[in-house]
Structure formats: structure tokens, C-alpha cells
Antibody
Framework: QVQLQASGPGLVRPSETLSLTCNVS??????????WAWIRQPPGRGLEWIGS???????YYNPSLRSRVTFSVDTSKNQFSLKMTSVTAADTALYYC?????????????WGPGTLVTVSS | EIVLTQSPGTLSLSPGERATLSCRAS???????LAWYQQKPGQAPRLLIF???SRATGIPDRFSGSGSGTDFTLTISRLEPEDFAVYYC????????FGQGTRLEIK
């Protein structure tokens, strides 16, 4: 069974860049039926999709975050990553890395436990 | 952007009762690209239903999804104590959006 685990700094200063990496185990990141996604959840609030990346590098994004977000994939390490620039307090959230099934009605079937990122000086 | 509106915001029921959760979209999106998730405190969301009505692996058959167009429903036929949680719907049009959630609490 696939497992996902995000890691990265828990505290980022305003205007700086948030960087997270998700390690995928129990399955290959190059499996053609999956994208790999980032979804966040501010404390006490709902879910927001950030975007998704394919192992070949093709990505699609939440239009509201598109200008600040970059994804990358390292197939040799079975990892994918998120970079978000110019962060503000509004980016404080629990960040989930998630497997997205694209073979059948795009949906998110496996979630990591999430990593909390706080934006504060 | 397609907005999903879930109702009610909070639903108070007792174990054994039937729960009906609604998800309404602001416009029609890709046919059948509607999923439901359950989230318990301190846990990541869990996929329940995809493609409007297909149960994910390991999901009990008391959970069912239905709907079409812009109106969708998650039904829990007979509530178990472990079903009290927050539920989100999610759609894929050209991008993904989630509803704001329905909290199902014990009455």
C-alpha cells in the first residue's frame, strides 16, 4: 500500500519561499495512472487544492496560486516537491501530499498525514 | 472556478439514523467527476466515494453517493459511532475544488 510523507521546514518567514518534499513509498511515482498533488488546510478550515504534477513533469495548478507555485519530481528518489514563493500568514496551513487517480474520474485516493507550515516572523 | 456549496453546515443525528448530505455546484462540470471524503479530527481526509457513486476500497456499503448535473448527495444509511466526522465533496472540472464541509455530530 502506498504511503506518502511530506517533510520540510515548519516555520517560514513572510515573503520567503516555502519548500516541501513528499516521499512516496510502497509504489512507484512513475505509475502512469497517477498524478501527485498538494492540498492544504488552514487550521480549523477546509481543503484547498494547490496543484498536481505528473512524473514526466507536466503540472496543473489552482489558478489562484499558479503564479507562486512550482512543482518538481525526482523519480530516482520517488519524491515530488512543492515550492511556493512570497508566502504570507494566509499560507499557514497543514500541507498534504496526495496521490491523484487519473484513470477514473480524477480523485484523491491516498493521503499523507500532513505537515504543518507556519508563516511568521 | 466551480464553487461547491455543502449543506447543512452541521448535521446533528443519533447513531442508527440516516444521514443525507448535500453538495451543490455553481455550474455543471465534467460528468461524474465528483468525490466525497471523510475527515476525523487530527487525521488526513479519507476517500469514500468517487465518480459520484463508486465506493472506494474498504468503504462500508452504508455509504452511498448519488446525483447528477449540479446536485449531489452522500447518504449514510445507518450511522455508526465512527461516522461522526466532517465530510467534503470535491469536483474536477478544469481544476479541483472542494466544498466547505459538513460537520456530522452526535445528537
Amino acid at each position: 500500500q502506498v504511503q506518502l510523507q511530506a517533510s520540510g521546514p515548519g516555520l517560514v518567514r513572510p515573503s520567503e519561499t516555502l519548500s516541501l518534499t513528499c516521499n512516496v513509498s510502497g509504489g512507484s511515482i512513475t505509475t502512469y495512472t497517477y498524478y501527485w498533488a498538494w492540498i492544504r488546510q488552514p487550521p480549523g478550515r477546509g481543503l484547498e487544492w494547490i496543484g498536481s504534477v505528473y512524473h514526466g513533469g507536466r503540472s496543473y495548478y489552482n489558478p489562484s496560486l499558479r503564479s507562486r507555485v512550482t512543482f518538481s519530481v525526482d523519480t530516482s528518489k520517488n519524491q515530488f516537491s512543492l515550492k511556493m514563493t512570497s508566502v504570507t500568514a494566509a499560507d499557514t496551513a497543514l500541507y498534504y501530499c496526495v496521490r491523484e487517480v487519473i484513470q477514473s474520474y480524477y480523485h484523491f485516493d491516498s493521503w499523507g498525514p500532513g505537515t504543518l507550515v507556519t508563516v511568521s516572523s | 472556478e466551480i464553487v461547491l456549496t455543502q449543506s447543512p453546515g452541521t448535521l446533528s443525528l443519533s447513531p442508527g439514523e440516516r444521514a443525507t448530505l448535500s453538495c451543490r455546484a455553481s455550474q455543471i462540470f465534467r460528468s461524474n467527476y465528483l468525490a466525497w471524503y471523510q475527515q476525523k479530527p487530527g487525521q488526513a481526509p479519507r476517500l469514500l466515494i468517487f465518480g459520484v457513486s463508486s465506493r472506494a476500497t474498504g468503504i462500508p456499503d452504508r455509504f452511498s453517493g448519488s446525483g447528477s448535473g449540479t446536485d449531489f448527495t452522500l447518504t449514510i444509511s445507518r450511522l455508526e459511532p465512527e461516522d461522526f466526522a466532517v465530510y467534503y465533496c470535491q469536483q474536477y472540472g478544469s481544476s479541483h475544488t472542494f466544498g466547505q464541509g459538513t460537520r456530522l455530530e452526535i445528537k
